[in-house]
């Protein structure tokens, strides 16, 4: 019975240890924090500055009938059509709009668009994107900027699926987004449209600011032709024959028009424009059989804008082939610089006595093609003239009058504005927002309050174990919340470049796992990510388990040797800090030390090296616990910087820890406690085994010789406690 009593005592004293060793775990330290200084000084004077495409480089992105035209802005270039003219514009984004990507580097792509506002195409040139670069590979990214094709800078793009089933009567246009990516997704995303809307209002004055219009049906007002001409509603141009003559003077047909030249003060055109389509001003111009017309060719065509044009002087308004219900061959329309297609609609137009002239149309143009009624735009009639009898050349000469109709009389629909972007992740994050905040609210409240209550069940390793599958399956797999020091790095880069940190709001799932994470320095150091939130730890945490009941021996590591090998971590961040600064592009490569990519974020679907180095890791880990956490993740290095931020020590310890008692220190898979019984902190990852030891009155030591002296010990559990002497009267 006795020898079971002191039992425990015996097998922490009988433990070997290894001599100290500080000066060689700090001369390790000093020499590979040098070798790696000296390596990326060297890879600095390599490195190689971001330039922009060179002419023939801008011109393997461009696809036929396109050719390259000249360079006009940063990045910027013509592009030119089959008949020599300027059809649109292609752009690589980084000089337009460089936003960070989430490995804090900007995403540049080659984006090509017609005047018209139309994308025609948008290829990625470069990127940083993690996911992509050695994860999801290139394919499902070039997939996604091909979805751009055909869609207008002036559409209101939003990358997802609709929240709610929110898409029937919407104006909003979705674009499939890439699982395991939408945060870098969305950044290409802003990149376009942002980079877009620049050449935009620098090349297309108002093509980005129009807003769609329709006349207002309900609108009723009492006019008459003389009001509309009062009012600027129907807009007038003359034009004398002497005034057309000095048009053509000087050219080979200025005596092709003796009519002209007998009598210059007569009128050549008289041209009046009156915008229809709002019924207040067609009843004060068409007799009714008219205007019940115009009302049913509206109702089948809802989206055209009818255009009144009378001609009150001899020029007329079509030629002499003109065949209705087509594009009138004198007339011609633009706005803001770009064309307006009109066409002929084919109606009977009788108007009111009293109106002047007597050639009258109407035409049509399609208000989802941009034009605006209520902003200025021009109607052009060609004056037309012809020399010589056979083949004879012809000459024209442009009349223009500008015309622009009253706001009122049109509704103008406000587009629906696209939720930002961090607000549709949000949407489409919600439920699993709830669960992760549940989840680890709940947990976060059972180690603050309970923690010793929860270590003690006699089920705490299963309940331990259900957690940790949790994590795995929920914030791993499903929630794509594993965290990566990318984010850190992303950071740093981010503040570096004077950039916004709006790419951390685009992944509202990991973001909140970092909030969680970072109130949790202050509680307990790094131990609630490393010990409970993190799904690759959680599964070494599982092989370990595996291991241990398959009977594979379990790898004991030195004291001295630990010191040593704890310090790698750091060097590794260290690394990938400096590269930040010196040489990004080398941090593509750094981040693969991370295995979490291969075994969360593509479920092992990679290629064989990255996933035999992850599964050589758990391999690893099933003979050494957690040896990729302990001694090699540049993660856990930065959350045991933040381990700084701990106020208190809150794993109870007694005085007897250490002086003389080791089972805690020996129990203890991490190695993370002293052999004087303290805590190492920044290296404990909140297992609860030693609390479980401390309240277990079979195995804390000075619990069990309590029992048998009488003695009771008096824990507070933070410091070092003093034992009190019970008397035999308590």
Known sequence: MAFGILDPWQRANNISLMEERNNLGRGFLALASGLMA???LFLNLHKVLAEELTRDQAFSYLRPPYDLGEKIGPGTW??????????GYGFETL?????????GAPINLFVQVTLEGKFINAEIIEHNEPIFVSGLGEAPFNNFVTQYRGHSITDTLVVGVPYGGKSEGSSLVYLDGVTKATASVRIAHETILAAAFAVARERMAGIAKRQPTRPNLELEEDLTWDDLVTSGLASRKTVTNAEINKLFEGTLWEDDDP???DYPDEIFLDLWVVDVGPPAIAKAIFEKDTLEELGRFLEISPNDEPILVIDAGRHGLVGEDFIRNTSPDLISANQDGFPIALRDSDLFVELKNGIPGEVAMILRTDRRLGFDPTQPWDLTVAAVREHGMFQPEIGTQDMTVTHQTDARFFVIDTPEA?????LQALEQRSPDLAALSLGVGALFLLMIGRMSWFASLSNYTPLRLTILAIVVGFIGWWGQG????????????????GQTLEFLLYDPFSLLLWAFVIISFFLWGRGMFCGWLCPFGAMQEFTNKLGRWLGIRQMTVPDAVDRVLVKVKYVILLAMIVAVFWSPALNDTLIEVEPFKTAITTFFVREWYYVAYAIGLLILSMV?????????????????IGGVLRIQKWIPRRVECGTPCQLCKVSCNYNAIRKTGEIKYDECFQCLDCVTIHDDEQQCVPLVLEAKS?????SSGQGQPVPQLVGAGE
Do not use: H
């Open 78 to 87: 013509e592009l030119i059509n089959l008949d020599s003219r300027v059809a």
């Open 38 to 40: 000296l390596i990326f």
């Open 418 to 422: 696209p939720p930002p972007p961090w």
């Open 95 to 103: 000089p337009l709009a460089p936003l960070p990507g989430f490995s």
């Open 259 to 261: 009519e002209a030249t």
């Open 482 to 497: 594993q965290l990566s020091i990318a984010t850190v790095l992303g950071v740093i880069r981010g503040i570096y470049d």
């Open 710 to 714: 009488g003695r009771r010990l008096k």
């Open 624 to 640: 050494l616990f957690k040896g990729f956490c302990r001694y090699i993740c540049p993660l856990g290095a930065f959350m045991a």
